[in-house]
């Protein structure tokens, strides 16, 4: 069943659709949670997801879904902001020592540890996203983004021209906002430089 549908369902039949929603987005929505509040108990993990769905059915009238605004990213938004917002709000003591050691975090405040929890689940999409398009355009905007290399340099190590690699950068632009938007990356300041 496609979106459209979906969210038709939901609007009409609020428990079918909420039902056929969990089923097709709920694994996807587990693992945002379980990435964002790694290190967090299971049941903080499931309370987040269960947010995040009562978020849709308090708010099914008013969801418009377009061409670059899918249930999908909407559900992915709701789950990183229900997730960051449970960080912000948690004392620093709850966070798990061991995730602090993984992520090469000190103890610090919660919100600072919030931004670099966020900032690493930011990170590992966006590479994920990149992995997902085709060579050159990967390896284009693996350089430039990751690497930090210039287009020149970036040309004269892929043996492209400079205008085919700016081209590149401008063309991926796009797929690459339609990848993130799906993986619920809404703000792309980032790739705008």
């Known amino acids: 069943m496609n979106e459209q549908r979906l969210l038709m369902l939901l609007k009409t039949d609020a428990e079918q659709g909420m039902r056929q929603i969990l089923h097709v987005f709920g694994p996807s929505v587990h693992k945002i949670c379980a990435s964002l509040l790694a290190g967090r108990q299971c049941e903080e993990i499931e309370e987040a997801e269960s947010d995040v769905f009562v978020k849709l059915w308090q708010h099914r ?3 418009q879904l377009s061409e670059t605004y899918s249930l999908k990213s909407y559900l992915f938004a709701i789950a990183r902001n229900v997730c960051k917002d449970r960080l912000r709000s948690a004392s620093p003591e709850t966070l798990s020592l061991e995730l602090a050691a993984e992520s090469g ?9 919030e931004d670099n929890v966020a900032e690493h689940w930011l990170h590992e999409t966006i590479l ?3 992995s997902e398009l085709e060579d050159p355009a990967r390896s284009v905007f693996y350089e430039r983004y990751y690497e930090g290399k210039s287009v020149r340099d970036i040309a004269l190590h892929l043996q492209l021209s400079e205008k085919k690699t700016e081209n590149i950068l401008h063309r991926g632009k796009s797929k690459l906002r339609s990848i993130l938007a799906e993986k619920g990356v809404t703000s792309y300041e980032e790739f705008e430089k």
């Open 61 to 63: 009238e008013n969801v």
């Open 105 to 113: 975090l000190e103890p610090e405040s919660s919100e600072r540890t």
């Open 128 to 130: 994920s996203a990149i």
